[in-house]
């Protein structure tokens, strides 16, 4: 009943079926499980770190190192004074589907090393969003600063090209400390914080980066979607194999009552002419 399985053209449809569609399906299944296991990681650092006290910079940022990946979010205290000769615009950053800048201004500590701040964000002022904004200036003086560590940015933690040349002045696609620091010459320590309060108080033209979500994405439901589609491919191949062994036993059986019609016939006209009488012959 179910030779036909075997035939070339419903091979191919095995192979459709087990080696290219259930494969896929459990591979990005997989890989979105991945993805949601390294999200629920990633807010349980960031949930530790938020909710621990904040500690001095030096105990967490040393100079040229980078900070590692348990350190990143902490939130930390620092005091210096801010380099107004020494800040960037770090490029394509939004607020609520506005684009906009990071304003990026190193800090000069007492021992003479110093770090980047993310001060905030700041909108474009014209059309062109390539075009560099006034930057406000920072608080003058000594600012204490409360913020949250981050790593060094590079193309292998943010996907993004660290361009260097070819932009306008003052701007910065990554805020890369490795970088900043030769082209500076400071000697910055090997991560940026961005602010949470400041005193005293930076421009109200700046807008504080806002905590960082604790949503676990969508990665949870992708990842048993893909696996749902690997259960109704095989449910659909047996599906199909069933209703083709069905209407082949359906053709079967129509073929068989047909035969046995005709036979049946056949037998009824041999009868007819059995008994019909023969006339003598003259």
Known sequence: MYRFVF??????????????????????????????????AENAVIKVAMDAAPVPIEGVDAIGAPVPRTSRWKQVTLAGT??????????????????????????????????????????TVTTDQQQSPPIPAPPA????????????????NTGIRDVSSGLPGGQISLVNTESLAAKTGLRLRGGYAEVISSQPADSPQITAIDKPSLDEGPYLSYWFQWWLFGLIAIGAWVTIIR????????????????????????????????????????
């Open 141 to 156: 003086g000594t600012v204490t600063l409360t913020g949250r560590l981050q790593q060094s940015e590079t193309k292998g």
């Open 243 to 282: 209703r083709e062994a069905q209407h082949r036993a359906r053709e079967a059986e129509e073929d068989e009552e047909d035969e046995a019609d005709e036979a049946g016939e056949y037998e009824g006209e041999e009868a007819a002419r059995d008994a019909t009488p023969t006339a003598p012959t003259p």
């Open 7 to 40: 035939s070339w053209r419903w091979i191919r449809l095995h192979v459709l079926i087990w080696l290219i569609l259930i494969p896929a399906f459990i591979g990005l299944g997989m890989w979105q499980r991945g993805r949601y296991h390294e999200r629920k």
């Open 82 to 123: 801010y380099d107004a000769g020494h800040q960037f615009l770090a490029r394509n950053h939004q607020v609520s589907g506005n684009p906009g800048f990071w304003v990026i201004t190193a800090l000069r500590l007492a021992d003479g090393t110093a770090v980047l701040i993310n001060r905030g964000w700041i909108p």
